[in-house]
């Protein structure tokens, strides 16, 4: 097939701006689908996506339009998956922007509509839900113009949900995005943007040749880590997978090698022959490390074996997400996860709560921090515990997101409140149309991991959408606020935090314990200190009275077994010194914060 | 306590009851009240409407049928209040108990009694039949205390009944009473401290309340139609009994019980001595070679098992070396005379100083109980006894 016969595109969109119906409308319009087996959101294969609106997993979709062979390489909707949204977008060469005329352009829009002018995509707006009483096609075309630079006239306009506008759409994809460009004859290379683990087939690659063409029997080679591999399949989908002889230079599809897990398969990895010295890396590869960690238990310590395997399972499809097995003091086993983000976080979290079918304890999120030592070494560290004497540090450095909010005028007071308590920094105000604002601000990522999407969406009265992405680690006034429980030193209790919160996240974490921890023989001393220096001190009273006013012959079984139970009560609990402290104390501190979720 | 319970470690503990060879202590329960308390979790029910002479037959049968310790060191009759019934009633079963066992004035042998019901004539009868100890549920001596906790009588019956008994010459007279009493001041304890000791009773027993699941009280408390005092008050009441029964003479022997020294219940002692002891009647609990026994609590149910089968054991718990003696050192540290641990070992073969070393040096540096010749509660300790022994389970 010629070069010229091929389309490569790709939406993207807000959520719930109404890609994956769009994607469905194309499909049904080129005949790929029929009407019979239409099924909502073909794209979208898992539950929970449906579910949230969000597209976690790329996938391809061959069809015809007239005479050519279009591709529809569907990309991840959100910001925690940039990485993998740039290179599903370096698989095309056009975008359809895809925005909701009620809604207007959103944080997203911008995020995404960047990264394709990033790709040198042809981008081609295209206004949805044009049904909508509320739609404001006018308006939300001057948003564009002004996020794009771009000519509001003319816009095309569609109702996915009605099918009105589709076809426009499909010329505008035949005549606006150019077709590929390659050297079919040249050595195979190949983009890897996306994979997917399949517990029949193994591992599925999904792939956009460049150059030459992928053909089924060929030894191939991933250049970041030269490993080798016997190409067992290649196909593309239609929409379900279907075996082909070769993916020609410019198109897209899957390839299926023994590969038995996602570890050796990089997103953004180029794909060579095997035995070939000359063929390039394609550029922008990076290895996405994780930036946001929380720890997953079970709830009862017996389920630990099946929630490792549902962690192992769940990694087996998604090799962003990270862990390893740790124990608590406080909560048993368990494990670390490192994640994307913190969308990237919830996801997994519910897939995990849904397939594992085991309850599970997560701990409050934290971030890595970068160390500076004395001796000039450079650490990332996870965990208070695992910070250098402060002797040693010379600098400790946090991750700084940069975020975009964008938000109605009257809302910005109060977003820069927000943003201003959380120890961000203004850096540009935009106006995108008289009813639309962009900020942009420096936040770090520790203040953004608790509930800063729900104190954005509260501060713009639901009207407010971000968009984040990682600028670097910045240096910092970091301290580690030590927990002393009866003057011994609680490491799980420990946080690391900046200097001019530690005081009064000292206090909630003490105010956390005074209302978990119950009342013992003796009285507490819980205090919370920076090095040597107690900052917050309080206690909680010794229980006053405690027995049993009658134990004769009768009682004598009764009383044994309750004091079995006040027993038993203490066991799960542990031991600090004197002090026992129950699993809720240690939830109430390092827990998700239901209370501060509500407010 | 470990949930694995060897049979051969039972066995153990049953040869080890058996070597001592001690008798058993007998208790008989008589389940009747006038009325039933609101705050009473014991095996009790209104005495109208039930088949007293039944209940009496079958317990007559229970003890045939299961044999009656032939020389008990000690006598209790308990309920319920063993005196609500009829004089004539109350002689023959009485007799019926007595019949049974070997005769022995210097046994102490005590009899449960309430100042509503209890007369002359019933004094008479317990008299002369060697009743050596009368318990009065005296409770309070206010008025508007004893209708909260539901009793049929009044602040002066007590003195009427007291009176009785002493004329009546009981040997031993002991006073129950009941503190932190919702609306209970620690100025109207104080008064019923003082004027409880002016009548010199033998004995006292001040117990403060507590809510008890499957009472009306716990069940008002829940639903937020009752409230229990302050704690502080209820601590303060707790003190002020200890400091004023001790300048009057009276001795805490037990967390809730005081008497100059030679007056203490012989019978309750036995308990916490982890002694062995025979229950007859409904819901009556026996401690035989190192198992324990509880019977059927429902009357009916409790006449037809004993009809059928000749006793009315419907849960059997047999310990093990270790659980007994962690039994014993609970028990033990009730009391003002604490537990020799020492003893425990020479009893059950094992060694609690091994298995409590950490526990109680814990304890002792936190000034809860003192560990010389023998282990026993601190000054501090009484008051948290509970959570002491929770220690040692």
């Known amino acids: ?599 | 306590m470990t949930p694995r319970r060897l049979d051969n470690d039972r066995s153990a503990v049953a040869a080890i009851h058996r070597q001592q060879q001690a008798e058993p202590s007998l208790y008989v329960h008589i389940p009747f009240c006038e009325t039933k308390c609101p705050y009473c979790d014991f095996n009790s029910y209104r005495v109208a409407g039930r088949d007293v002479d039944g209940y009496l037959s079958a317990l007559a049968r229970e003890m045939d049928q299961r044999g009656v310790p032939r020389n008990p060191p000690t006598l209790f009759l308990g309920g319920g209040t063993p005196t609500v019934v009829e004089p004539d009633t109350l002689a023959r079963y009485l007799d019926d108990i007595l019949g049974r066992i070997q005769p022995d004035p210097t046994r102490e042998f005590t009899v449960e009694a309430n100042p509503g019901s209890l007369t002359r004539e019933k004094i008479a009868v317990l008299k002369e039949r060697g009743v050596t100890r009368l318990s009065l549920g005296a409770q309070s001596f206010f008025d508007h205390h004893l209708a909260t906790l539901g009793r049929v009588h009044a602040a002066r019956d007590i003195e009427e009944a007291y009176a009785w008994a002493r004329d009546g010459g009981i040997p031993e007279v002991n006073l129950d009473f009941i503190y932190a009493v919702p609306k209970m001041t620690l100025r109207e304890w104080n008064e019923t401290l003082a004027r409880a000791v002016s009548w010199a009773p033998d004995h006292l027993s001040c117990y403060a309340l507590t809510f008890e699941p499957g009472t009306e009280f716990f069940t008002k408390r829940r639903a937020g139609r009752m409230r229990s005092i302050d704690e502080g008050l209820e601590l303060a009441m707790f003190r002020l009994t200890h400091r004023r029964l001790d300048h009057a003479g009276y001795k805490r022997y037990e967390i809730s019980n005081f008497a100059p020294a030679g007056y203490e219940c012989k019978h309750n002692l036995g308990y916490w001595r982890n002694r062995p002891y025979a229950g007859f009647g409904a819901g009556a609990v026996s401690y035989l070679d190192g198992e324990r026994l509880s019977n059927e609590r429902g009357l009916a149910r409790y006449a037809t098992s004993v009809g059928e089968h000749g006793h009315a054991v419907v849960e059997r718990e047999a310990l093990t070396t270790e659980d007994a003696a962690r039994e014993m050192v609970v028990l033990g540290l009730r009391t003002q005379h604490g537990v020799d641990l020492a003893e425990v070992d020479a009893r059950y073969g094992i060694s609690t100083r091994a298995l409590f070393q950490q526990t109680i040096d814990k304890l002792v540096a936190g000034d809860l109980i003192t560990d010389t010749d023998r282990l026993r509660l601190a000054r501090r300790g009484w008051r948290l006894a509970d959570g002491i022994s929770a220690e040692f389970v």
Do not use: W
Request: aromatic content about 6%.
């Open chain 1, 1 to 599: 097939m010629r070069l010229s016969h091929l389309r490569n595109f790709c939406i993207i969109a807000h959520v719930d701006h109404g890609k994956s119906t769009l994607a469905d409308r194309l499909l049904l319009a080129t005949g790929v689908v029929t009407e019979r087996d239409f099924r909502n959101q073909v794209l979208d294969t898992m539950d929970l996506e449906r579910e949230r609106g969000i597209t976690i997993k790329a996938s391809a979709v061959q069809m015809p339009v007239q005479d050519l062979t279009v591709n529809l390489i569907d990309t991840p909707g959100h910001v925690d998956f940039n990485y993998e949204v740039s290179r599903a977008l370096h698989a095309c060469e056009g975008a359809l922007l895809l925005v909701d005329c009620a809604q207007g352009v959103q944080a997203q829009t911008v995020a995404n509509a960047y990264l394709a002018v990033e790709a040198n995509l042809e981008i081609i707006p295209v206004l949805n839900k044009i049904d909508l009483p509320g739609a404001r096609p006018d308006v939300v075309a001057e948003e564009l113009a002004a996020v794009l630079g771009i000519d509001p006239v003319g816009m095309l306009t569609v109702s996915a949900k009605t099918g009105e506008g589709v076809s426009e759409i499909l010329q505008a994809i035949v005549d606006q995005v150019p077709p590929p460009e390659g050297d079919p004859e040249a050595p195979v290379r190949a983009l890897i943007y996306d994979a997917t683990y399949d517990d029949y087939r193994g591992v599925i690659v999904y792939v956009r040749v460049l150059d030459g063409e992928l053909k089924r029997g060929m030894k191939i080679k991933f250049l970041s880590s030269g490993r080798e591999y016997d190409v067992n399949e290649v196909g593309a989908f239609k929409p379900l997978m279907q075996k082909a002889d070769r993916i020609e230079a410019g198109s897209v599809g899957y390839v299926v090698a023994a590969l038995k897990t996602l570890d050796h398969v990089k997103i953004g990895d180029t794909i060579a022959p095997a035995k070939n010295e000359t063929v390039e890396m394609i550029p922008g590869f990076e290895d996405p490390k994780p930036l946001v960690f929380c720890g997953i238990y079970p709830s009862s310590s017996q389920d630990f074996d099946e929630l490792r395997k549902s962690i192992e399972k769940l990694q087996l499809n998604d090799a962003s997400f990270t862990f390893h097995p740790e124990s608590s003091e406080a909560l048993g086993f368990g494990f670390r996860c490192g994640f994307l983000g913190l969308l990237h976080m919830e996801v997994i979290q519910e897939r995990l709560e849904r397939e594992a079918g085991v309850e599970i304890i997560q701990t409050a999120p934290n971030v890595t921090y970068e160390v500076k030592k004395t001796n000039g070494d450079i650490i990332m560290v996870e965990r208070p515990a695992e910070l250098p004497d402060p002797a040693h540090i010379d600098e400790l450095r946090e991750p700084t997101v940069r975020a975009s909010m964008i938000t109605p005028p009257e809302s910005i007071g109060p977003l820069m409140t927000l943003v201003n308590d959380r120890r961000g920094s203004f850096v540009r105000q935009e106006y995108l149309s008289q009813t639309r604002t962009i900020l942009v601000c420096d936040i770090p990522l520790a203040e953004m991991v608790f509930d800063f999407y729900d104190l954005v969406k509260s501060a713009t009265r639901g009207y407010g959408t971000m968009d984040y992405e990682l600028t670097g680690f910045v240096k910092a006034d970091l301290v580690k606020l030590r927990l002393l429980v009866g003057g011994t030193e609680v490491d799980a209790l420990s946080v690391i935090c900046h200097r001019s919160i530690a005081q009064r996240r000292g206090r909630e974490i003490i105010r956390a314990l005074q209302k978990t921890i119950p009342r013992q023989m003796f009285e507490i001393a819980l205090q919370t200190a920076i090095g040597g220096k107690i900052i917050a001190r309080e206690s909680i009273r010794a229980l006053r009275k405690n027995v049993t006013a009658k134990c004769y012959g009768g009682d004598v079984t009764r009383k044994r077994k309750l004091l079995e139970k006040q027993k038993a009560g203490k066991k799960r609990m542990r031991q600090v010194g004197n002090v026992s402290i129950p699993q809720e104390a240690f939830l109430s501190v390092l827990g998700r914060g239901e209370e501060k979720k509500k407010k």
